[in-house]
Structures are given as structure tokens and as C-alpha cells.
């Protein structure tokens, strides 16, 4: 197995809009961990995130970029670059099969340290409220934002609530959002995402 050292150059933004409205669940990433939770712990991927993967004593610089409401990354090595790929994998992997000759596979969460304590630590320091995913049935449900209220109709949940779900309806694949605010329990439906 190859070795990674991973170091961020620059950390990136946290979009409001991105990570926290309805397309969030493509700049959140689950860390796999042995601690028995119920629930999973997501991780934020930064718009404009950099880091340096030296893998074989070879630099891979890896930028995350924004494709409409997704995350998409580009990579560089000396004088190797790619086009935009889905995921840091395919970035990095593309460059090291061409400087390597060889067609070995990197893995993403590795290649972006996310496997690092101190690097998820750092991922995390602007955040107050910790997301996290876990199952109802055959939903995959996201809490990005929790508030709390003294309304039982709610379930004393409050303004600042935020959560996602995606489930095909009528054939369809469609993200549910919702939010709440002062007054309100607000539910939208998108769909074509």
C-alpha cells in the first residue's frame, strides 16, 4: 500500500449556499470510524481547498473547484496537470499513471487527508454545529444545522434547522430539503440536480 503524507496549503471557504442548502450533501464527505455511533460524521470539502499529497517523493497539488453545485478537483505534478475531474481520486490517480507509468489507484479520502485527525480538526474550526448522516429505513438522512424551539408540533426542533434526504419519487430522483425558520416548517423538492 502506498504511503500519503498530506499537507493543506490553503483551507477554502465554507459557502453558505453550498454547504448548507439543498445541494450540501456533495460538499460533505463521511469518514469511515470504528466508535460503535449510530450516526456518521460528515466532513466539509472547502471550495478553493489545497493540498500537497507527496506520494513516492513526488508532489500532487489537488485544488477543489465548483462545477455548478458540486465539488470537482483539479491536479498537478511539475509540469503534468488534468481537466477537471468528479473526484480527487480520478485527479490524482490520472497524474500519477502518467508520471508513474503505471495504472496503481489512489483513494480519495487518503489522497485529501481525511484520514488525519489534525486535518479534519482543521477542516472543522469554523464550524459550530458538527453534521452528521444516519439511516430512517432506506433514507439516508443529513443534519447540516440544528436550532431548538419550544414547540412540541416540531419536536422542539428550531430556526436554524437544516436537513436532506435524496429518494425517488414518481420515478424521479429528487433532493428534499428542509429548513425551519421563525415561524415555519419549510419543505422544497428539487429535482434535475
Known amino acids: 500500500?502506498?504511503?500519503?503524507?498530506?499537507?493543506?496549503?490553503?483551507?477554502?471557504?465554507?459557502?453558505?449556499?453550498?454547504?448548507?442548502?439543498?445541494?450540501?450533501?456533495?460538499?460533505?464527505?463521511?469518514?469511515?470510524?470504528?466508535?460503535?455511533?449510530?450516526?456518521?460524521?460528515?466532513?466539509?470539502?472547502?471550495?478553493?481547498?489545497?493540498?500537497?499529497?507527496?506520494?513516492?517523493?513526488?508532489?500532487?497539488?489537488?485544488?477543489?473547484v465548483q462545477n455548478n453545485f458540486e465539488p470537482e478537483y483539479i491536479c498537478q505534478s511539475e509540469a503534468l496537470q488534468n481537466n477537471i475531474c468528479q473526484s480527487s481520486s480520478k485527479a490524482i490517480t490520472s497524474i500519477y499513471q502518467q508520471a508513474f507509468s503505471t495504472k496503481t489507484r489512489l483513494d480519495s479520502l487518503l489522497v485529501m487527508g481525511?484520514?488525519?485527525s489534525e486535518i479534519c480538526k482543521m477542516l472543522l474550526s469554523d464550524i459550530y454545529f458538527h453534521p452528521y448522516t444516519f439511516k430512517i429505513g432506506n433514507l439516508n438522512v443529513i443534519i447540516?444545522?440544528?436550532?431548538?424551539?419550544n414547540n412540541p408540533d416540531w419536536n422542539y426542533a428550531g430556526k436554524g434547522y437544516r436537513s436532506s434526504f435524496v429518494h425517488n419519487f414518481c420515478k424521479t430522483r429528487m433532493i428534499f430539503f428542509q429548513e425551519f425558520n421563525n415561524n415555519n416548517a419549510i419543505a422544497r423538492i428539487y429535482q434535475n440536480f
Open 1 to 64: 500500500m502506498l504511503k500519503y503524507k498530506v499537507t493543506i496549503i490553503l483551507q477554502g471557504k465554507l459557502i453558505q449556499n453550498l454547504h448548507f442548502g439543498p445541494y450540501a450533501k456533495d460538499w460533505w464527505i463521511s469518514c469511515p470510524t470504528h466508535n460503535g455511533l449510530t450516526y456518521t460524521l460528515l466532513y466539509p470539502i472547502h471550495l478553493g481547498m489545497k493540498t500537497i499529497t507527496t506520494v513516492n517523493q513526488h508532489d500532487f497539488i489537488i485544488t477543489v
Open 114 to 116: 481525511y484520514d488525519d
Open 144 to 149: 447540516f444545522e440544528i436550532g431548538k424551539s
